[in-house]
């Protein structure tokens, strides 16, 4: 099933390719075999593409299946930077709905973790000020990828450190480290974030049939 969906993400219309995307989010979550057979069935580039021009949906399941497949694997973090997928992760924290900043966050955070390219690539591209944001306005998924994301960016990089406090960031930071639950706390302490994005809320999120 692997083969059809990614060739669905590539060349469906836009449900074909959003509902593509949301079956790859849920298949990928939590399998790294799976991750892996995605990839090599040539899913990276679509996804980053449905990342930057799908529809709501498309965007943050995109994003998630990505998230997923970067974690831990520096083969699939290469393609999905040469795929030119920073740009608009960057835009969909900044600008898309709930789940799609928080999946894109989650995305970014992954990215960054231990690769100083990345990170500077990411920072680049303009992500600390919407990660900042999220962190104070977001949702509880929101803020924690968040924070974990400015986490992995200002790791070990004192002008990082810098652009982070000067966004504004550390008071929510704060607030999550005060007022957030175990595992948004945890965000703020710890250097990955979370590798899946919730099964259950990517078969909400699905649409009914036409």
């Not at 973090?77 to 898309?96: C, E, K, Q, S, T």
């Given at each position: 099933a692997i083969g059809p969906l990614a060739a669905l993400v590539r060349d469906g219309d836009a449900r074909g390719k959003a509902d593509a995307a949301t079956a790859l989010a849920n298949l990928s979550a939590g399998e790294e075999d799976i991750g892996g057979e995605i990839a090599a069935a040539g899913a990276i580039e679509p996804l980053a593409a449905l990342v930057r021009d799908g529809d709501a949906q498309g965007k943050a399941d995109a994003a998630c299946v990505l998230a997923n497949l970067s974690y831990g694997d520096a083969a699939n973090?290469?393609?999905?930077?040469?795929?030119?997928?920073?740009?608009?992760?960057?835009?969909?924290?900044?600008?898309?709905?709930?789940?799609?900043?928080?999946?894109a966050a989650c995305a970014l955070a992954n990215l960054a973790f231990g690769d100083a390219a990345n990170t500077a690539a990411i920072t680049a591209g303009?992500?600390?000020?919407?990660?900042?944001?999220?962190?104070?306005?977001?949702?509880?998924?929101?803020?924690?990828?968040?924070?974990?994301a400015l986490r992995n960016l200002a790791t070990g990089d004192a002008d990082i450190k810098e652009a982070v406090e000067a966004a504004g960031a550390l008071v929510p930071l704060a607030v999550l480290v005060r007022d957030g639950d175990a595992q948004g706390k945890r965000r703020v302490r710890s250097s990955r974030s979370r590798r899946s994005c919730a099964t259950a809320t990517l078969k909400a999120r699905r649409r009914p049939p036409a």
């Open positions: 973090m290469a393609a999905i930077v040469a795929a030119g997928a920073i740009v608009p992760l960057v835009a969909l924290v900044r600008d898309g709905n709930a789940h799609g900043k928080a999946d303009g992500a600390i000020a919407p990660l900042a944001a999220l962190v104070r306005d977001g949702d509880a998924q929101g803020k924690e990828n968040a924070a974990a």
